[in-house]
């Protein structure tokens, strides 16, 4: 009997870096400024007329899709200037076929202007706004090329975003340092304009010496690397998420949108979550540098993961290849049994492949670094998902969760409930009956 032919991806995503890892930023916990150094010959690293063609044209022919969405990101986009981007929307119509096609775009904010944020409002861009939290806390890490402060100037991005209009998220990196500073993060990304929040835990292993492809910053298996000093410490992650939930459950559901709940949310529906990194498997999300080499992953962006050239092989041929087949499979079958039959195997999967560098308690390596952390959180939140979760299946909103978690608390207080015809007590001026006090699933 001849082998089934391996299926197709019906879609995929690919994130185009079209300056590499040049960037205007010098933040100390980069991972990618370094990437430089895999291409030692290169001087011109904006993505030449040919390749972004080439990349637009294939992109949308390899989706069987009827949306197609552009992932720009860097190093720092905004170098190349807004006619790289203008010529882009002009090509993704040329090839649309019929397709919707939408674009999101991250940055650091720092040359964001009027003429930026309007190209972004009159094509519908989400841009994706990298921010660290207030003043002192994001400028620990996040400097200009000079060692300058960079926070004035992205908050003068986010407010030019907010007078075009302009729909905007913010993507936090959470290292050691903002770590112990959870709500005063929390609270400033509402204050300044976030309705979305992706909380990015920093992870980085250094190597003593770079090796032959001038990489310090280096894959899981290397043996003699150690964790950097700006790396999260595992259970302060934890903490760090746990703390925001807290607030978040208690007054912000269906109002602000935490990345990490929604996207695994999922699981306690009994699906698998949203984001690659907790999914059962991975590899439908590939990293595209500006010469056209794409590799299998953002964060394996190392010459063992180039896939190929897009211009000289194809994406779809290099998306569906048996290389990233295997790369996309590895995530569940290296991961070690330690991990297969922890309690919250069901959401975080081993999470993602980069930060399993540890060895399980019986020796057995493979173990996450953020283990700790993701244990002391996905069972923090565990009863209120499951309450959400049930809100959904019965077609109700998850939001209910707030007036649930206040009759509880006010019940681990020692406090009686009002009675039915009470005022509640969340202050909404209801009668509690009508509130809080009303029947849960």
């Known amino acids: 009997m001849m082998a089934a032919e391996p299926q197709t991806l019906p879609s995929f995503h690919i994130m185009a870096k079209p300056t590499g890892p040049i960037c205007n930023l010098d933040c100390k916990y980069c991972f990618y400024l370094e990437k430089e150094n895999l291409y030692p010959d290169r001087a011109d690293w904006a993505m030449s007329p040919e390749?972004?063609?080439?990349?637009?044209?294939?992109?949308?022919?390899?989706?069987?899709?009827?949306?197609?969405?552009?992932?720009?990101?860097?190093?720092?986009?905004?170098?190349?200037?807004?006619?790289?981007?203008?010529?882009?929307?002009?090509?993704?119509?040329?090839?649309?076929?019929?397709?919707?096609?939408?674009?999101?775009?991250?940055?650091?904010?720092?040359?964001?202007?009027?003429?930026?944020?309007?190209f972004f409002a009159e094509n519908r861009v989400l841009v994706g706004l990298s921010i660290d939290g207030p003043e002192k806390l994001h400028d620990r890490y996040r400097v200009d090329k000079g060692q300058h402060p960079t926070f004035k100037r992205v908050m003068r991005g986010i407010e030019c975003m907010k007078k075009h209009g302009v729909e905007f998220n913010t993507l936090t990196c959470v290292q050691r340092h903002n770590s112990h500073h959870p709500l005063e993060v929390y609270r400033f990304l509402k204050e300044a304009g976030s309705g979305f929040m992706q909380f990015i835990p920093i992870v980085e292993r250094r190597a003593p010496?770079?090796?032959?492809?001038?990489?310090?910053?280096?894959?899981?298996?290397?043996?003699?690397?150690?964790?950097?000093?700006?790396?999260?410490?595992?259970?302060?992650?934890g903490k760090f998420l746990a703390a925001i939930f807290d607030e978040w459950v208690r007054n912000d559901v269906g109002k602000y949108?935490?990345?990490?709940?929604?996207?695994?949310?999922?699981?306690?529906?009994?699906?698998?979550?949203?984001?690659?990194?907790?999914?059962?498997?991975?590899?439908?999300?590939?990293?595209?540098?500006?010469?056209?080499?794409?590799?299998?992953?953002?964060?394996?962006?190392?010459?063992?993961?180039?896939?190929?050239?897009?211009?000289?092989?194809?994406?779809?041929?290099?998306?569906?290849?048996?290389?990233?087949?295997?790369?996309?499979?590895?995530?569940?079958?290296?991961?070690?049994?330690?991990?297969?039959?922890?309690?919250?195997?069901?959401?975080?999967?081993?999470?993602?492949p980069k930060h399993r560098f540890l060895a399980t308690p019986d020796g057995e390596p493979g173990l996450n670094y953020l283990c700790e952390g993701y244990k002391h959180f996905f069972r923090h939140i565990d009863p209120y998902m499951r309450f959400m979760a049930n809100?959904?299946?019965?077609?109700?909103?998850?939001?209910?969760?707030?007036?649930?978690?206040?009759?509880?608390?006010?019940?681990?207080?020692?406090?009686?409930?009002?009675?039915p015809n009470e005022p509640c007590i969340c202050g909404s001026g209801r009668k509690y009956k009508k509130c809080c006090g009303r029947r849960g699933p």
């Open 51 to 118: 390749a972004l063609e080439s990349f637009i044209r294939q992109y949308i022919a390899s989706q069987r899709t009827p949306e197609v969405i552009f992932a720009w990101q860097g190093g720092e986009p905004t170098l190349l200037g807004l006619d790289f981007f203008r010529r882009a929307v002009a090509l993704q119509e040329q090839y649309a076929d019929g397709k919707r096609i939408s674009n999101s775009f991250q940055t650091n904010g720092v040359l964001l202007n009027d003429a930026w944020c309007e």
């Open 209 to 237: 010496e770079p090796g032959s492809d001038g990489l310090s910053l280096v894959t899981p298996d290397h043996a003699a690397a150690q964790v950097t000093e700006w790396s999260v410490e595992p259970l302060q992650y």
């Open 257 to 352: 949108f935490v990345q990490i709940v929604d996207v695994t949310l999922p699981a306690w529906l009994g699906m698998d979550p949203a984001l690659c990194v907790f999914r059962t498997t991975c590899g439908d999300a590939m990293a595209l540098e500006s010469n056209g080499d794409l590799y299998a992953c953002d964060h394996f962006v190392y010459p063992e993961y180039r896939l190929g050239n897009i211009v000289e092989e194809g994406i779809e041929k290099l998306a569906n290849s048996e290389a990233q087949r295997r790369f996309g499979q590895d995530k569940q079958d290296t991961l070690p049994r330690y991990c297969r039959e922890c309690p919250v195997h069901f959401v975080c999967h081993g999470e993602c």
């Open 391 to 419: 809100e959904l299946r019965m077609n109700r909103p998850a939001a209910n969760v707030m007036r649930w978690v206040r009759v509880r608390d006010l019940e681990a207080e020692g406090k009686t409930a009002p009675g």
